[in-house]
């Protein structure tokens, strides 16, 4: 059975299996537990019955730097899935959509206009996933990955940064249906 919760500083050294995913980002001890410390109920894993972790899900809120408010590429309040991972023996068990939703209630709670998250191009699945949860492309950030998987000769690869609305954006002011027509470069993007 699996069991949801949030995150410890000890699930640290249980995180191996889910990422050992090529696709997974990690990240150093210190930049775990900023979150941690930071935004707690953006933080949740997901934990079997022997306490085993079979994926997490780590957020934050927050928006562009007041410098950045008359920038076209100004985001306000919003949340941002900065990692999403389910180990591979637990896939196509609803755990990623179950710490997805448990993200989008925080960020609901922290009364934001949209969860926001950087996709791979050429990450198909998971592109999938989240437009099944009613994601859809905002912008493609051109040569956002400074790796590409696919191909380690060329540059990097362009990731499809995503967005859900929340209730607080009404008439969908932060969503665009023709988010793969808008480029911008990593720079643009806070």
């Keep these: 059975m699996t069991s949801f919760r949030p995150f410890t500083p000890a699930d640290l050294n249980r995180f191996a299996k889910c990422n050992l995913d090529p696709l997974t980002e990690t990240y150093d001890i210190g930049f775990y537990l900023q979150y941690y410390a930071k935004w707690p109920s953006l933080f949740q894993v997901a934990v079997d019955d022997k306490g085993n972790i079979l994926g997490y899900i780590m957020g934050k809120t927050e928006s562009s730097p007041d410098f950045f408010k008359h920038s076209e590429h100004y985001l306000p309040w919003h949340a941002h899935i900065t990692a999403l991972t389910v180990a591979p023996e637990a896939r196509r068990l609803g755990i990623g959509r179950i710490l997805t939703e448990k993200l989008e209630a925080a960020a609901e709670a922290a009364d934001t206009w949209f969860v926001d ?3 791979r191009k050429s990450n198909e699945k998971a592109i999938r996933f989240y437009e099944n949860m009613g994601y859809s492309v905002y912008r ?21 940064d995503m967005r859900k609305p929340m209730k607080r954006d009404k008439s969908r002011k932060h969503i665009r249906d023709d988010g793969r027509n808008h480029d911008v470069q990593p720079e643009d993007v806070f």
């Design 117 to 119: 998250l950087f996709v």
């Design 140 to 160: 493609v950030v051109k040569d956002y990955y400074g790796d590409n998987v696919n191909d380690p000769t060329a540059h990097g690869e362009d990731a499809y």
